[in-house]
Every structure is written in structure tokens, then in C-alpha cells.
């Protein structure tokens, strides 16, 4: 407030400062209590997009919003197709950071050569081909989370330098100069067990206990298949709406006594193509592969719609691959020796 002189002049001012900090801590203390009495909430249906009931699943619930509490890294376990990124999503989206950048990586698909690049990214020049500056994966998950899906096919010497990162050393752009600080939460996933990984070398100690803060286990769906009605009403209504093909007492035995290798992301092709095809097609070929897997397809199915060969040839083609794929839980290299192709002609 400014105190005028009778001349017109400008005297002095007036005015107080006040510190919001203790403010602020309550506010987030508030939030923090808010996240805690969630977690005692029982019998919850679903969590953002994960669904369930399972008594294990409400154990990952309360794990998912005590680690959206606090900023501590976190590692998810779980078999292929048990929604590892569906948790992580789900504890980005309840943080403090929810409107931050959540970006996710598939650390098996970067060849060990392009690690540094892709993660710290790099300057024009830096390399034949670097036509322009690029970021990478920390610049682009500033303030926000990054996701690391398999974390497990990391090799070692890159794990050194995320450690370095995540101790605060900080990174430097290929072909810069100016070292960077990594502001993000990391959650990481594996279908591994990386206990087993540090005793048998394949990955650092000092690594493990930097990304093993906050361990959440997903559960397979054979060991939850009391969450399969949830489930088959949840993708039913996702892919039919009300024009959905019956389920009757055959079809939910087979999909009740079914051992669900591909967990709920299989369960999800299977109804989808259920809906599609109306007919009920696991895709899980035998030991005898090929045949096996023509074997369990419907006459009607082969020439329905089919005006081609080449037709029916691609659409064989896709459920093999996909068949593949599902029994080798996901894993490309395994799908891609099954069909003894090369892995860059399966991707």
C-alpha cells in the first residue's frame, strides 16, 4: 500500500509478506492423508484401468497409491500381459506429477550401441546423421515419470551410467557438453526375478537396490481367475457394446478352465476375436505347431469373408504370429525362433 504526501509524492509503502510454506506442507500432508485413507478402502472393483478384486490385487492397489505418495523409485514384477504399465500409469496418474509427462520405454528394443543417445540424447554433429538436435528420453520425462518396461534385458555397462543419473551425477547429450540433472520418478518393470539377476552377475548390486525402492507384484490371472467375470464384462462391453456374441455355460467353462499363459492381455484377444469371428479360438498351438494350431480353426471361419488366397494366406498368417507370440509369453526373440524367422522380420 503506498502512502501519499498532500504534495501528490510517493512517501513510503506498506505491505507484508507472508510465507505460504507451512501452508504448502499441509496441502501436500492433506493430499499424502487423502492417498492413505484410499488404501484402506476394501473390495475396490478396479483401479483406473487395472480391474480386479482379488484379494491380491487389493494389496497392488494399496501398494499403487502408497507409491503415488512419495516420490521413491519403484519396480513392478510381473509374468507378460499382467498389466505392468497399467500400474505404472496408474501411480503417475494419482501422483502429485499426474500432469506431467509419462514416458514409457521398451529398454529390449534399444540395441546397446544407441543407449546413450536414446536416453540423453544428442547434439547436431554429433554423429553421421545427427541432422538436428534431439532429446531424450530423461529430457522428455522432466518432472514427470519414466517408465522402464523390461527392465531385466538391460545390460550392465548401461546400467552404470543409469546409475549414474540416478545418484545425481547427472547426463550429458552426446556431443555436448553441459551435464543435466534428471528430474523423474522411475518405475521399472521385468518379468525377471532380479535377485536372481544380481547373484548370477547379470546385473549391479548398487543398480538393484537404487530401482528396488517400492517392489509391487502382479499377480498371474491363473491365480486370480475370481477376477475373470469383471474382466469378460469389462472387454465385452469394450469391443461389443450390447451386440455382443452370447457367453453361455460352454464357453465360460473353457474360458474358466483355461490356464491363461498370456495372462489378461491373451483373455483380451481372445474376446475380442470372440466378438469379431464369433467363435471362442485360444491360438495356443501344441508341440506340433502349425498344424495344430490350423486344426483349431472353424470350416466356416477359414472361408468366411475369405475372397482370396492371398487373403486367407495374410489372415493365417497374423494368427499364427499372434499364436506364437501368446505362448512365448510376448517375448519377441523366443516368438521369432519358434517361426525360425530373423527378429527384425517379425517386427
Not at 510517493?10 to 487423502?34: A, C, P, V, W, Y
Not at 505418495?69 to 497399467?86: F, M
Not at 544428442?122 to 522402464?148: I, N, Q, S
Request: hydrophobic share 40%; with cysteine.
Amino acid at each position: 500500500i503506498g502512502i501519499i504526501s498532500p504534495s501528490g509524492k510517493l512517501m513510503e509503502i506498506e505491505g507484508f509478506i507472508s510465507d505460504i510454506t507451512d501452508h504448502k506442507k499441509e496441502e501436500q500432508q492433506l493430499r499424502k492423508e487423502n492417498i492413505s485413507l484410499k488404501t484402506t478402502i476394501k473390495e475396490r472393483f478396479r483401479f483406473g484401468d487395472i480391474i480386479g478384486k482379488n484379494p491380491a490385487m487389493q494389496e497392488v492397489y494399496t501398494l499403487i497409491s502408497k507409491a503415488a505418495a512419495t516420490d521413491a523409485n519403484t519396480i513392478i514384477y510381473g509374468e507378460s500381459g499382467t498389466g505392468k504399465e497399467l500400474v505404472a500409469r496408474a501411480i503417475h496418474n494419482v501422483s502429485d506429477n499426474a500432469n506431467m509427462p509419462f514416458v514409457a520405454v521398451n529398454c529390449s528394443a534399444i540395441p546397446e550401441h544407441l543407449f546413450e543417445s536414446e536416453f540423453f540424447g544428442y547434439k547436431k554433429g554429433a554423429f553421421t546423421g545427427a541432422v538436428g538436435d534431439k532429446t531424450g528420453y530423461f529430457d522428455r520425462a522432466a518432472e514427470g515419470t519414466l517408465f522402464l518396461d523390461e527392465l531385466g534385458e538391460i545390460d550392465i555397462n548401461a546400467q552404470a551410467k543409469l546409475l549414474r543419473v540416478i545418484e545425481g551425477g547427472g547426463y550429458t547429450p552426446v556431443g555436448g557438453k553441459e551435464v543435466r540433472q534428471a528430474r523423474v520418478r522411475i518405475i521399472g518393470a521385468t518379468n525377471r526375478n532380479l535377485k536372481d539377476e544380481v547373484k548370477n552377475g547379470r546385473m549391479r548390486e548398487d543398480f538393484f537396490y537404487r530401482i528396488h525402492v517400492i517392489p509391487i507384484t502382479l499377480p498371474p490371472l491363473r491365480e486370480r481367475k475370481d477376477d475373470l467375470t469383471l474382466l469378460i464384462e469389462h472387454f465385452m462391453e469394450l469391443y461389443a457394446g450390447n451386440d455382443r456374441p452370447p457367453i453361455t455355460g460352454r464357453v465360460l467353462n473353457r474360458l474358466y478352465n483355461y490356464e491363461w499363459p498370456g495372462n489378461v492381455r491373451e483373455l483380451q484377444n481372445v474376446l475380442q476375436r470372440y466378438v469379431t469371428l464369433k467363435t471362442l479360438d485360444f491360438m495356443n498351438p501344441g508341440e506340433s505347431g502349425v498344424g495344430a494350431l490350423f486344426e483349431e480353426v472353424p470350416e466356416d471361419f477359414r472361408i468366411s469373408g475369405l475372397k482370396t488366397l492371398a487373403e486367407a494366406i495374410a489372415l493365417y498368417e497374423k494368427r499364427l504370429i499372434s499364436a506364437t507370440l501368446e505362448k512365448n509369453r510376448w517375448h519377441k526373440q523366443k516368438a521369432a525362433r519358434a517361426l525360425d524367422i530373423d527378429r527384425k522380420t517379425l517386427f
